[in-house]
């Protein structure tokens, strides 16, 4: 376009005599490129505001989906303790370290769905990490890959369903039902949420909506050097409002189509991959010694009464985290510390 401005400059400039008397129609008015321009950007932003919304309700309902994941999850984990017998320790444990392998392995197919990608080969969520995948039956997982993309969340999810209800016949988990319907709640709120999310990966923007868009781009693209021609008579000038219309209404299409697609494999697409990693370090956490213990009083419980009710008179000296661990308080600024270091590389 601007290529196209100099070379109308360029004929005003050494044959205006001959081409551009009298307003010749070379060049158009600028009333009629206003009212294209202006219906133009109505078009392109709304398109752009659309797929920035799809963007951020993408966003939201994967991070709702992991959550789903981690409360199921930690409330299964936490019923295991209701009528605890110690002679079946080995059968909760099983059932627990089962269980948040397969949580894993369900996200994992998720996010593998969600790309959209037609073949299995062109699928990067395939090469996310697992939550220690060799923990689960070779055969269960050859079984798995010989069922179709799109059904393999699907069928993960019927295994966690599966391994929960076999663990209610069995004992492992001894809780009301009504306690436990809690657990089902979450996945199936996990689930909806993963296709509620599938409609932005399945659904493009509407085809002839992008189509006109385009044709009046291009269309833009022709008369804005024309009408440039006519708003200064510097070449340099001319040039530079050329660049600026056009670079702009067709930077904003660009980046309507960037974010159109949360779930895509390119730059500006959402970090699955690191989803995929923090649900696994959640997980991990859940069975981890720490947190299978429960805390207990320092003191005796009408001490730690009387010391609540002496906080809201000021009369006792609140203290923060880093205050509490006293000697280890060097330890925890310097895990801190690491953690800010490496997340700023």
């Not at 307003?23 to 752009?48: C, D, E, K």
């Not at 200064?232 to 159109?260: M, Q």
């Amino acid at each position: 376009a601007a290529c196209v401005t100099l070379f109308i400059r360029l004929l005003q400039t050494y044959w205006e005599d001959d081409l551009f008397q009298n307003g010749t129609p070379l060049l158009m008015q600028n009333g009629t490129h206003t009212v294209t321009s202006g219906l133009l950007a109505i078009l392109i932003v709304f398109r752009t505001s659309h797929a920035y919304g799809r963007f951020w309700d993408g966003s939201t309902l994967l991070h709702q989906m992991v959550g789903d994941w981690f409360d199921a999850s930690s409330s299964v984990i936490s019923f295991c303790r209701f009528r605890r017998d110690p002679t079946n320790d080995t059968d909760i444990l099983r059932f627990q370290q089962l269980l948040v392998r397969l949580v894993s392995l369900l996200n994992a197919m998720i996010l593998a769905d969600l790309e959209g990608a037609e073949s299995s080969d062109d699928v990067q969520a395939t090469s996310y990490e697992l939550l220690h995948p060799d923990g689960i039956e070779q055969e269960y997982l050859e079984r798995l890959c010989k069922v179709k993309l799109k059904h393999r969340a699907d069928t993960v999810y019927q295994w966690i369903q599966n391994l929960i209800v076999d663990n209610i016949s069995n004992g492992t988990l001894a809780c009301p039902a009504p306690i436990i319907s809690r657990t089902f709640h979450f996945l199936g709120t996990g689930m909806q949420h993963y296709h509620d999310a599938m409609k932005y990966a399945a659904t493009p923007f509407p085809f002839p909506y992008t189509t006109v868009t385009e044709m009046l781009l291009i269309i833009h693209w022709a008369t804005t050097p024309m009408a440039a021609c006519q708003w200064t008579s510097s070449i340099p000038w001319s040039i530079l409002f050329t660049l600026f219309c056009v670079f702009v209404l067709w930077s904003l299409y660009f980046v309507a189509g960037e974010l159109e697609n949360p779930f895509g494999t390119d730059l500006n697409s959402l970090s699955m991959r690191e989803m995929q990693h923090d649900i696994n370090e959640s997980l991990a956490a859940l069975v981890a010694d720490v947190a299978q213990e429960v805390p207990i009083l320092s003191c005796t419980p009408a001490s730690a009464k009387t010391a609540l009710s002496l906080r809201s008179q000021r009369k006792v000296m609140r203290k923060s985290f880093a205050e509490v661990l006293g000697g280890h308080n060097s330890v925890f600024s310097a895990g801190s510390s690491a953690s800010h270091v490496t997340s700023n590389r």
